[in-house]
């Protein structure tokens, strides 16, 4: 692995650098600057820019739309936006490019891909993901949502929860059910299923924040396409995991860059709050920085497997073990700088309740008081840490599995 940059990738560099000179006003200041009616006006027209420029799936083939960039330039675009305090993408982007459209093109047949990679980039179908219900969540393959084959349609029926973005979306990917007499690693099918029909009913789930970004989708006699099934019927957990993996990992190498600006911020607090040369504040504030240069060289090294042609698998769990432990730590530190004044909750909340708070965003207790409480979710999003831990340890060390509990003890 080699930390530094080509002369090719700093030319690149310079052209994005070109492009965001171009696109965002003089007085631009991050997007944590805005309030949310600028914010949603600014996003809308910021992805209509991406997709006119093939940028919101770079390194998608041209005739899907994207522009066919290397893993590298990719990561060199998501730098510079991430200087910039801009957005790699619309609000549902990540499940609908970065993991759903990655997986078809992985495993979609042409024709699905031509059908769907277009429209994900058009904006014209939205993605939510359909993965957990409320006796599968860490134990996925327990899931029970059933799918039965009815001529030229999939009917379903069942339930999945903490449907993420569900609200705004028209299309969700959900694992189904398809063989109940085949071991629950088998007969699950991955399906695309659009939302917009009377058997979809999207309920939101109100969190501590007032806030309702998680929902809970219902499926009563839904219906979708015969030719929906993205990979092989009852072959679709090699397919959830293959997304999965892109969850976890293609953000690996851009991901860093987030966590650095975070840590930036909170160094400036530190210091406008007269702590920065608090011995034990040093200390905690050296700890950050550390773990922020290691995930930048673990995101690089996610980069090379994917330049010498690997596709995402169970190493990406390091990845998302180490980030979200990481960052509840840091957030942790974050309120201890902010002191007493952390019970005092002011100014402007976080614009997500994902990962760091936007880039531009103020040194406001309500900022990082909000990020402190979501950092906790992140360890539980996307695969608990004890999840993580267990696929590293049997899927990547070879480590013997994890007992399981006798047939009695596990009746009781």
């Known amino acids: 692995m080699d930390p530094s940059y080509s002369e090719e990738a700093e030319a690149y560099r310079e052209k994005i650098q070109a492009f965001l000179g171009e696109h965002l006003p003089a007085d631009w200041q991050g997007m944590g600057a805005l309030n949310e009616e600028q914010l949603a006006t600014f996003m809308a027209e910021w992805r209509e820019i991406l997709s006119a420029n093939r940028l919101l799936a770079p390194s998608w083939p041209a005739e899907y739309g994207g522009a066919g960039l290397s893993a590298l330039e990719k990561v060199i675009m998501a730098e510079e936006f991430q200087k910039a305090g801009v957005p790699t993408g619309g609000n549902n982007d990540v499940f609908s490019i970065q993991m759903v459209g990655n997986t078809i093109l992985n495993w979609g047949s042409d024709e699905m891909k031509a059908e769907f990679l277009p429209k994900i980039i058009a904006g014209e179908y939205v993605f939510c993901q359909g993965y957990s219900e409320p006796n599968a969540g860490s134990d996925l393959a327990a899931l029970m949502c059933k799918a039965e084959l009815d001529g030229d349609e999939w009917v379903i029926n069942g339930q999945k929860i903490w449907t993420s973005a569900g609200m705004s979306a028209n299309w969700i990917f959900v694992l189904t059910r398809t063989d109940f007499t085949s071991s629950k690693h088998k007969g699950i099918t991955f399906l695309l299923v659009p939302m917009e029909q009377p058997g979809v009913e999207v309920r939101p789930i109100a969190m501590m924040s007032g806030e309702s970004e998680f929902n809970e989708t219902f499926f009563t006699d839904a219906r979708t396409a015969k030719e929906n099934v993205v990979g092989e019927v009852n072959g679709g957990w090699a397919v959830a995991m293959t997304l999965l993996g892109y969850e976890r990992g293609e953000a690996a190498a851009t991901t860093p860059i987030a966590f650095r600006t975070e840590l930036d911020r909170l160094l400036a607090m530190a210091k406008e709050r007269g ?41 990406e769990s390091l990845f998302k073990l180490y ?37 531009g965003a103020p040194n406001s207790s309500a900022s990082w008081v909000g990020t402190f409480f979501n950092a906790r979710a992140g360890t539980i999003y996307a695969g608990t840490s004890q999840v993580q831990r267990n696929i590293v340890g049997e899927m990547v060390l070879g480590l013997p599995k994890e007992p399981k509990p006798p047939a009695e003890a596990a009746k009781a």
């Open 275 to 315: 702590v920065a040369d608090d011995p034990v504040i040093r200390q905690r504030l050296a700890w950050a920085y550390s773990k922020v240069e290691v995930m930048r060289f673990m995101g690089m090294g996610t980069l090379t497997r994917f330049v010498n042609g690997h596709q995402p698998g169970p190493a």
């Open 323 to 359: 980030w979200s432990e990481y960052h509840k730590a840091v957030t942790e530190l974050s309120v201890d700088i902010l002191g007493a004044d952390a019970m005092w909750i002011e100014g402007q909340r976080p614009m997500t309740s994902f990962s760091t708070d936007l880039p």
